[in-house]
């Protein structure tokens, strides 16, 4: 299906490298392959979670953005504090559109931003005392606040601020939990060692002393999926249509009551695996619950998943499934029949995160589409030995993809669509090619569950078949040959 | 010594998980395997060896110590 061939991928990867020192060369030319669907082990053939090298421009994040930005800050009814100077949490607030439900600022507290703002004599003297005064101001301003947590920004690790202490006092003080999180930024390669980090602190500080409970016989929980524009709502009405009952969802629109509750589902529904496995693992292993990742992007991985979650329980959840997937294969099929035709056959590039340049490939190819090359910024080898099954043979596949990579690749393959973040969207646009944020819908969503697909393949169609396209050359320049671009109401 | 966590996967292999380096690799031969002794020498798809002390088979997931080879 692929329109290049393993020489010509490799050959591309030669050339794009050829620009590097020959130490960089060597480095880079690890991160980069051209798939081989048959590989049992993704390692042999691609490298990751490694260091950046100094001057390339990595897309990657920091550890603070892990467990801040990722896995703490979503839960709703507690309070953040970004511990030390205000930049890291300023700049990075609500940027990732975890929607939830409540009053934000009386008993939610999700977009707000709460930081210790350190100053010089912070640094100078220890920014401890300063703590304590915050989570008492804290406390006082919104006593609603189910807990804290204290997402260590890179000075308190260097300065060697005793937040354990403080937060071990506070949590007395208030009977709450005060979560100190040692995510400083510069601890690991990328965000991954903050997610690790952050469920760590999660299970020594959420889970610690809760035992497990007998729950419903269908109840489970949704974890690592992050609301993004709505997507965990669309997810879980379909779980529920099919009889399950989601006792906890977390950490998007999730609460502290929700995380204890874990302990008595049946079964861990893991939508990130990267962010969240580590607390699946601890679950599995401390209360015997399995725990199963399932993909909710596009009918036809929505059904597989659906079938793979019903197999855990009894013929009531299989027929349930099977109910669900019935109920909505009209309307899918109504999505297919009408974006397809717009969008077959279209190219498409991805490079984000922890799950998508994997799980959207089902979307896309139920649209017609092909993905043409993917990549993560902070992958471990077992999600690339994950992809390297979803992706066609010869497919370019780059890990950690550095800015002039990227655009390299972009300019030799001309996909007709980019799929990345905020950092890459305006360089691409403004070289004519169409572009959709995956990280954050671009203000759109949800793209989960079946109610997902039909906006996702709005927007994809809304991007590639914009009008704007044929806008790209001046008049005077475009001569005869201009491409003349889909109206969207044709 | 790492601490491993090993698990059964859907498929029926096993896995083999070192937190502390966030390394996830299949099992591909155990020396052991019966209920009375189960360990022995670990060799995963990668290629890279282990030894785990032998012992009656445990509850799986379990984390154990497994020494590099
Ligand atoms: S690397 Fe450090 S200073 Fe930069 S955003 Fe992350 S925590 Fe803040």
Redesign the interface.
């Known amino acids: 299906m692929t329109t290049m061939t393993r020489e010509e991928t490799e050959a591309l990867i030669n050339e794009v490298l050829e620009v590097y020192p020959a130490d960089s060369k060597e480095e880079r030319a690890k991160h980069l392959m051209a798939n081989d669907s048959s590989l049992?082990?993704a390692?042999k053939c691609i490298t990751s979670?490694r260091k950046s090298l100094p001057g390339v421009m990595t897309i990657r994040g920091c550890a603070y953005a892990g467990s801040k930005g990722v896995v703490w800050g979503p839960i709703k009814d507690m309070i953040h504090i970004s511990h030390g100077p205000v930049g890291c949490g300023q700049y990075s607030r609500a940027g990732r559109r975890n929607y939830y439900v409540g009053t934000t600022g009386v008993d939610t507290f999700g977009t707000m931003n709460f930081t210790s703002d350190f100053q010089e004599k912070d640094i100078v003297f220890g920014g401890d005392k300063k703590l304590a005064k915050l989570i008492e101001e804290v406390e006082t301003l919104f006593p609603l606040n189910k807990g804290i947590s204290v997402q260590s920004e890179c000075p308190i690790g260097l300065i060697g601020d005793d937040i354990e202490a403080v937060s071990k006092k506070a949590a007395k003080e208030l009977n709450k939990p005060v979560v100190p999180v040692r995510c400083e930024g510069f601890r690991g390669v990328s965000q991954?060692?903050g997610h690790?980090i952050a469920n760590d602190a999660i299970r020594d500080h959420m889970l610690e002393g809760v035992e497990k409970k007998e729950g419903g016989p269908y109840d489970v929980s949704v974890i690592g999926d992050y609301n993004i524009g709505g997507d965990a709502w669309s997810s879980r009405i379909l779980l529920e249509e099919m009889g399950l009952n989601v006792v906890a969802q977390w950490s998007g629109d999730g609460t502290v009551e929700e995380m204890k509750a874990c302990p008595q589902v049946k079964l861990n529904l893991l939508h990130c695996y990267r962010s969240m496995n580590?607390i699946s693992?601890f679950m599995?292993?401390k209360y015997g619950i399995p725990w199963l990742e399932y993909n909710f992007f596009g009918p036809t991985k929505i059904a597989e998943s659906l079938r793979a979650i019903a197999a855990h329980f009894d013929d009531k959840i299989m027929e349930g499934a099977e109910r669900v997937i019935a109920k909505y294969q009209p309307l899918m099929q109504a999505v297919v029949d009408k974006y397809k035709p717009r969008l077959e056959g279209k190219k498409v590039m991805l490079y984000v995160g922890g799950l998508r340049p994997r799980h959207v490939i089902g979307a896309y190819e139920d649209l017609g589409m092909e993905v043409v090359g993917t990549g993560y910024e902070f992958a471990?080898?077992?999600d690339y030995d994950r992809t390297v099954k979803e992706m066609g043979n010869a497919t370019l596949i780059y890990d950690d993809v550095t800015g002039y990579e990227f655009e390299e690749f972009v300019k030799k393959i001309k996909p007709d669509l980019i799929g990345s973040g905020i950092k890459e969207k305006y360089i691409f646009q403004k070289m004519g090619i169409p572009f959709r944020q995956m990280h954050s819908w671009d203000y759109s969503g949800p793209y989960h569950g079946y109610d997902g697909f039909a906006i996702f393949a709005r927007d994809m169609d809304m991007a590639i078949n914009s009008p704007t396209w044929s806008g790209m050359k001046a008049p005077w320049l475009a001569g005869a040959e201009a491409p003349a671009a889909k109206a969207v109401n044709e | 010594m790492p601490s491993v966590?090993i698990?059964q996967t859907a498929d029926g292999k096993l896995s083999f998980?070192v937190?502390k380096k966030?390394?996830?690799?299949?099992i591909d031969t155990m020396e052991f395997s019966t209920a009375e002794k189960w360990g022995g020498e670990v060799k995963l798809?990668?290629g890279s060896l282990f030894y785990i002390d032998p012992m009656p088979a445990p509850k799986l997931?379990?984390?154990i110590r497994a020494k590099k080879m």
């Not at chain 2, 966030?22 to 299949?26: C, F, M, P, Q, Y």
């Open positions: 049992e082990k390692s979670n991954s060692l690790h580590y693992r599995e292993e471990h080898n077992d | 966590m698990r998980y937190a966030d390394l996830e690799e299949t798809t990668d997931p379990t984390t």
